[in-house]
């Protein structure tokens, strides 16, 4: 395997969890193990972006966020903080997966997103493709669930939403689970207004 790039092997089932993670915070984690529990992954993996092209500003230094993101996690066994995006040189989520599957032949991608960004999905570039490519599960958020569930890409391929979590890997795509969970309400926007996110060591965790 190539330096940097985390171990995997044919016949895991790995979700990804894109994002800025500007900073990563208690919410991301909660989903991510929820994910873990819910759809019978073996690993989440964070791929932390260097820039979301749908947001004017930029984020802070990709060291400082992997540091946080890891000192959020307490080096839980499961789940990888990872600049793959970085290291494939990839912008577009759907050139991320194209990439992942070919670097990891035999082993099963599903694409986490929580129900904020798929109110949004359908502004991603080739999006469809996304759906096309893997199965994607829709972690609930605070407020988002009713604008997920009547979002463009929701009801685009409202024929293709499954209802069995762990069956969602071998769901053949387009398929789509929306994950109810119970709420965390974290916000990265929210830790940045409060000026809460000065550098890794400022992590907050909720109980």
């Known amino acids: 395997m190539r330096a940097g790039f985390p171990p995997a092997s044919p016949g895991m089932v790995i979700g990804l969890l894109g994002g800025s993670f500007d900073p990563a915070h208690e919410g991301h984690a909660h989903i991510s193990r929820e994910a873990l529990k819910r759809l019978g992954l073996d690993q989440v993996w964070w791929l932390v972006t ?13 060291a400082d966020r992997m540091a946080r993101a890891r000192a959020v ?5 499961r789940i990888r903080v990872t600049d793959l995006e970085s290291r494939l040189g990839t912008r577009l989520t759907a050139d991320t997966i194209a990439r992942l599957r070919a670097i990891y032949p035999g082993v099963t991608f599903v694409w986490l997103m929580g129900a904020d960004n798929l109110v949004q999905f359908h502004k991603w570039a080739r999006w469809r493709d996304v759906l096309n490519a893997v199965p994607v599960a829709v972690l ?3 407020g988002s669930g ?3 569930r009547l979002s463009v890409a929701a009801r685009t391929y409202g024929t293709h939403r ?6 969602l890997a071998f769901d053949p795509p387009p398929s789509w689970l929306f994950v109810d969970l119970p709420m965390n309400g974290a916000s990265s926007s929210e830790i940045r207004a409060r000026g809460e996110w000065k550098s890794p060591a400022a992590v907050l965790t909720q109980p």
């Open 50 to 62: 260097p820039g979301n092209p749908l947001k004017p500003r930029q984020p802070a230094p990709m």
């Open 73 to 77: 996690l307490k080096d839980h066994p």
């Open 140 to 142: 609930a958020r605070p």
């Open 146 to 148: 009713v604008a997920a």
């Open 162 to 167: 499954v209802s069995r979590g762990k069956a």
